[in-house]
């Protein structure tokens, strides 16, 4: 949604810019596909889609990988798609990114031009002072229907199931709303060892406040489902190192 407002102004401030999506095929919702068809109408032109020469969907990649997310990122966004990215993008591009100016998106542009330095970046919407709730109305001006996982109460656009999520209330909406990729998710927890959501807090020996991690068949049944905007972010080209 971010993304999507931030190229139209680039394309507008600059018609030669070159869109481009990583294309993640059935990880995401086919509204999704949808979406990203009906921004290349507004647009008036064609999106690049980058995929992995290797992967088609975040499962393939994790059956291959058996692993689904930890601390130094989640493999699915390294390959599919920062590595097509990299093999796509030239040394003198100007990457314009889709952060906006809510406060945890911002910082996460400030973590990006931390973590890359050499690369040229730009956040426009961040620069205009725009916030997802400002997308999201801009869109509805230009009449572009928003993916319809917004409506289901997904916080983003992300594939069905994202692993970098830890957030229960996330979990809980997936069981509900996507059953079949939450049993798989949870299949594959258990082979390969992963723990994906944080169930509570407690405090150590030493006094330090640290997370209690479980597996996706432990969440309670009554789990809330309204998941808050700002728990974990967009799956950008770079999300390979935001796993939460
Ligand atoms: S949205 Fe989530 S599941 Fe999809 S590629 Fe990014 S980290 Fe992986």
């Keep these: 949604m971010n993304s999507a407002v931030m190229a139209h102004m680039a394309l507008m401030d600059n018609p030669g810019a070159i869109p481009v999506h990583c294309d993640l095929a ?68 100007l990457h314009h990114w889709g952060y906006t100016a809510d406060k945890l998106d911002s910082a996460r542009f400030d973590g990006m031009v931390a973590d ?30 928003r993916p319809v996982v917004y409506d289901l109460g997904m916080p983003n656009g992300n594939c069905i199931g994202c692993v970098k999520s830890s957030s229960p209330n996330y979990w809980a909406l997936i069981r509900k709303e996507f059953p079949e990729v939450f049993a798989r998710r949870n299949d594959q927890e258990k082979r390969f060892g992963a723990q994906l959501v944080i169930l509570g807090r407690t405090k150590d020996a030493s006094g330090k406040t640290v997370n209690i991690r479980g597996t996706l068949d432990q969440i309670p049944v009554n789990q809330s489902t309204k998941v808050r905007g700002a728990d974990f972010g967009g799956c950008g080209f770079h999300c390979n190192s935001a796993a939460a």
Aim: hydrophobic share 30%.
């Design 116 to 145: 890359y330095p050499l690369l040229k970046q730009r956040a426009p919407l961040i620069e205009m002072g725009l916030t997802k709730k400002d997308t999201h109305a801009i869109l509805r001006q230009h009449g572009i229907r």
């Design 26 to 93: 059935e990880s995401v919702h086919p509204d999704s596909r949808r979406f990203i068809d009906d921004l290349e109408q507004w647009y008036g032109k064609q999106i690049i889609r980058l995929h992995s020469p290797k992967y088609r969907t975040v499962d393939d990649v994790f059956e291959d990988r058996k692993y689904l997310s930890g601390r130094n990122g989640a493999p699915c966004a390294s390959e599919l798609k920062f590595a097509p990215r990299m093999d796509f993008q030239l040394p003198s591009d």
